[in-house]
């Protein structure tokens, strides 16, 4: 059972590069976010979605897009990196709502 | 605002004795909330969950407690060991989330268990 995976677990881009961090998540969850996470600012939530065709914005998605074509895809893309999306970034999903989130490893990326 | 608290200094204590790390929030009602651990390197992963009507959640050596009087939560490690060293995160849901969760995050404890 894999649980949340995400891809890939390093990343550098140069500024004005476009890239997609993938995640996918093998226990059939409804709900899927994505956060960022900054020293000194925890996690904070960028996109998410209740299910298949639906998504909706976080506290910080400018400069971010989701879509979510199929319940065990979610992957992120960055249109134009800045080096302010320097950060790490990690996928979550939920099978129901008011329980737990199953994060993934992680994807840490640098924008130079 | 909206905010959660948690100490930023680490947490350095000795092996076998009790770990109390606080979780304090201003300006929610929240229905529940949430721990989480967190190694280098990693991903948060889910520990407890305790609801607003329940006062104390306990899940083997670990307790959590809740109190919506003093917005603030607290959460123990009992008879600690050098392999509990993580950071620890709390997280709430804020109200008047329209189906879907939102956790908000504090920015989380580092503990330290020395043998």
């Known amino acids: 059972n894999a649980g949340v995976t995400q891809t890939p677990k390093f990343q550098v881009l140069k500024t004005g590069q476009s890239m997609t961090l993938q995640c996918a998540q093998d226990?059939?969850?409804?709900?899927m976010s994505w956060y960022r996470q900054d020293p000194g600012m925890g996690l904070r939530l960028i996109h998410y979605s209740v299910g298949a065709g639906i998504t909706d914005q976080g506290e910080v998605p400018n400069g971010y897009n989701v879509s979510r074509s199929t319940t065990e895809d979610f992957p992120l893309r960055l249109l134009s990196a800045a080096p302010s999306q320097t950060s790490v970034y990690f996928c979550?999903?939920?099978?129901?709502?008011?329980?737990?989130?199953?994060f993934g490893q992680g994807t840490r990326l640098t924008v130079v | 605002s909206q905010k959660i608290e948690q100490n930023s200094e680490a947490l350095n204590i000795q092996e076998g004795k009790t770990a109390t790390l606080t979780c304090n929030y201003t300006?929610?009602?929240?229905?529940?909330l949430q721990w989480y651990r967190q190694d280098p390197g990693r991903g948060p992963v889910f520990l407890l969950l305790?609801?607003?009507?329940?006062k104390e959640k306990r899940k083997e050596r670990l307790k959590v407690t809740f109190d919506t009087t003093l917005k603030q939560s607290l959460f123990h490690i009992t008879a600690s060991q050098p392999a509990d060293s993580a950071t620890y995160l709390c997280?709430?849901?804020?109200?008047?989330?329209?189906?879907?969760?939102?956790?908000?995050f504090g920015t989380g404890t580092r503990l330290l268990v020395s043998p």
């Open positions: 305790i609801r607003e009507n329940e």
């Open positions: 300006n929610y009602s929240p229905a529940y």
């Open positions: 979550a999903s939920s099978p129901i709502l008011n329980t737990e989130a199953f």
């Open positions: 997280a709430l849901d804020p109200p008047g989330n329209t189906g879907f969760q939102k956790l908000v």
């Open positions: 226990m059939n969850h409804e709900y």
